[in-house]
């Protein structure tokens, strides 16, 4: 039988070295001050709160959400798995090219999955609310990242609650793993609207902003009778007492927050224009801490990658994914100087005409 694995997690726990400046994963290039931990600030001899009460705590002192509204989860995956086998959907609709883990979460609930292809040819964009609720006719839930990984699609969180609306019947699960590293946050997340909406599902991550993937901490934000709903079907005890204590934590990172904000919105700029002066590279949705970007730099995708390879970075290969086969490669934003290598490492592979990768014509 034909894995429903088959999709690669791009530089997920790949070790590249210490001098290799990996931009294949989408996390914060800081982290926030911690301090020097030790085992034995946790209490490891009794079991965790069964309902992972500190991340309960992070989100109501954090983003005063109520905790009947937040169900904690071992990082946002627990929840991409959980809500499609507890709310049991049936049929899907998704975006393409999307993260590989909505359709096989949906695939193992029993449900089938449906896509809205995203197309180059308008920057990868959401389609207009007539061709989503069209698409939505036979679908029971929209399972949608905002923004999308890996085109950095914006879903506008209005046109959401109006299909919302609209649609009582039918689910809208939001994945807002990347949210916080988008200007308009917390105006653009559904998180404040779950009460009004009780038909969309907010799944959120604290990996990805706080840098923290090992410790797999997120939430699922919904109305109090859906997250009632969704305990019935979870497990006891996924979250671990260090990721509880540590959810806790975060609460204290003095100007973390504002001064990663801060970075990622100016290196967004900056990269933004620095890449329209380089030839054979075309950039596509960078509302989150990444971007896609195409390769047409007169030489095969590869060619790039190894000569990436020899200046020790990498980017997360995108040719995967339905609709990127094109020389698309996706890379995060990271701190000013890492970025400054990427950059001169792209307009070295196409700018000197005496590059090794020059074997095909720049069109
Ligand atoms: C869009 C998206 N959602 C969710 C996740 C998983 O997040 P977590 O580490 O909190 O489980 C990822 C991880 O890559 C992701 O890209």
Redesign the pocket.
Known sequence: MKSLYHHQ?GG?GINFGTETLDFSV?ISPISPPLGALSLNDFSLQAYPSIDGKGIKDFYKARFELDNAMVLP??????G?YLVPRALVLRHILALSP??Y?YERAARIAGADVTFLPLTADNGFQLPGIEQLAEALLHADAFFV?NP??PTGTEVPPEMIMALASRFPDKWFIL?E??IQFTPGFPDNSLMYQVMALKNVVV?H????FYAL?GL???AVIAHPDVIGRLLYYKEPWTVNAIAESVATLLLNLGAYEEELSAMILSERERITALVSGIEGIRLAGGAANFFLAQWNGGSTLDALFSWLAERQIHVRDCRNFPGLEENYFRFAIRRPVENDRLLDALRSATLSSGSPLRTMPVS
Request: negative net charge.
């Open positions: 997690h997920a989408n989860l071992n990082g946002a995956i627990e991409i999307s993260f883990d990242a999308n990984n994945d793993a990347f799944v991550s604290l990996t990805k993937p797999r901490l997120g």
